[in-house]
């Protein structure tokens, strides 16, 4: 069974940063991509950022050149989103997201962390 668990979210005033982190855990196999996603209120999740195995990023438009995806080999299977000039409209559940691959492609989900920009 594979666990994903963030940590990182909170509270931030506008032109803020945070950091996320997500670690995965248990019998993960191949690793594919990560992808960070989020959820505001009323609105449906929407992938942010993504990380794949041959190295590429992708990142929404509304996030690009103020988010950044990073992956260490410090901690194994732990991945990164700096969030840097923070917006309201980046107020949301954040929630980390993993593609392995097996006998055929599996897909996790963490359980969410809030970030809250305001003043």
């Known amino acids: 069974q594979v666990q994903l668990v963030e940590s990182g979210g909170g509270l931030v005033q506008p032109g803020g940063s945070l950091t996320l982190s997500c670690a995965a855990s248990?019998?993960?196999?191949?690793?594919?991509?990560f992808a960070w996603y989020r959820q505001a209120p009323g609105k449906q999740r929407a992938l942010v950022a993504s990380?794949?195995?041959?190295?590429?990023?992708?990142y929404a438009d509304s996030v690009k050149s103020r988010f950044t995806f990073s992956r260490t080999n410090a901690v194994k299977n732990t991945v990164y989103l700096h969030m840097n000039n923070l917006k309201p409209d980046d107020t949301a559940v954040y929630y980390c997201?993993?593609?392995?691959?097996?006998?055929?492609?599996?897909?996790?989900w963490g359980q969410g962390t809030q970030v809250t920009v305001s003043s």
């Open positions: 248990g019998d993960i196999g191949s690793i594919d991509a």
């Open positions: 997201h993993l593609t392995t691959i097996r006998d055929r492609r599996y897909e996790y």
């Open positions: 990380f794949h195995s041959d190295g590429s990023k992708n």
